[in-house]
């Protein structure tokens, strides 16, 4: 038997039997046993002395343990703030739409007053092949913004579901986003130092690397 404590003492047990039996006519005593206990105690002075050096497997493995759940902590950042950023470009997208909508509708009232134009003589027949081709252009410019809205959607269906496009019923789901992007007339900016001390205190990344650090640390010291 033998346990190590943390301030670097060893102890140390044995026992041993051993019996004999032989057909010897000279032997006083047979058969014979004998045993053995030794015990021993270690304690360094100088290499191997004291608790922080023989505990620092033990800090490091608490440290490693701290980092896993940063890089969790990490994770869970990086997707949160994916599937945001992708809401929010939905939602910039929709907008776009709406304005492509208005659009074509101001381009078809434009063509249908130069058409009225056209036939009681008041306009250039020239006009209304600009009109018809600014209808054009505008209905070509709804189409790929409602092309850009639905790939943005399937896109923002991936990350929030677990069946992505293989549900049929997903699939034919349509995402409304409600929110809108408002510009504050008036933002208030906080000092630089501010935001680096709170960038300091809850970045995992950074919190990462000190534990890091510290695990240097405590190895070089061992």
Not at 13 to 21: I, K, N
Not at 171 to 192: W, Y
């Amino acid at each position: 038997y033998s346990q190590a404590l943390s301030n670097g003492t060893l102890f140390s047990g044995g026992y041993s039997a051993a019996r004999t039996d032989n057909n010897a006519t000279r032997s006083i005593y047979n058969p014979s046993s004998t045993g053995t206990l030794g015990l021993t105690v270690t304690q360094p002075l100088l290499q191997g002395f004291g608790i922080a050096l023989n505990r620092r497997y033990i800090r490091i493995a608490q440290n490693d343990e701290r980092i896993a759940g940063s890089i969790f902590q990490q994770q869970l950042i990086n997707t949160v703030s994916g599937v945001i950023r992708l809401y929010w470009d939905l939602v910039s997208l929709d907008a776009d739409l709406q304005v492509k909508r208005g659009a074509l509708q101001l381009a078809q009232k434009l063509l249908e007053d130069n058409k009225s134009q056209v036939e009681v003589g008041t306009l250039a027949p020239l006009e209304l092949k600009r009109a018809q081709a600014e209808v054009a252009r505008s209905r070509q410019d709804l189409t790929n913004s409602e092309s850009l809205v639905l790939q943005q959607e399937v896109l923002l269906k991936s990350v929030l579901t677990r069946t992505g496009g293989s549900d049929e019923r997903l699939r034919e789901t349509r995402i409304v986003p409600l929110d809108h992007i408002d510009v504050p007339a008036q933002e208030s900016i906080q000092p630089v130092q501010d935001l680096l001390t709170t960038a300091f205190d809850h970045r995992p990344d950074v919190a990462q690397a000190r534990l890091q650090l510290d695990n240097s640390e405590i190895s070089l010291k061992g």
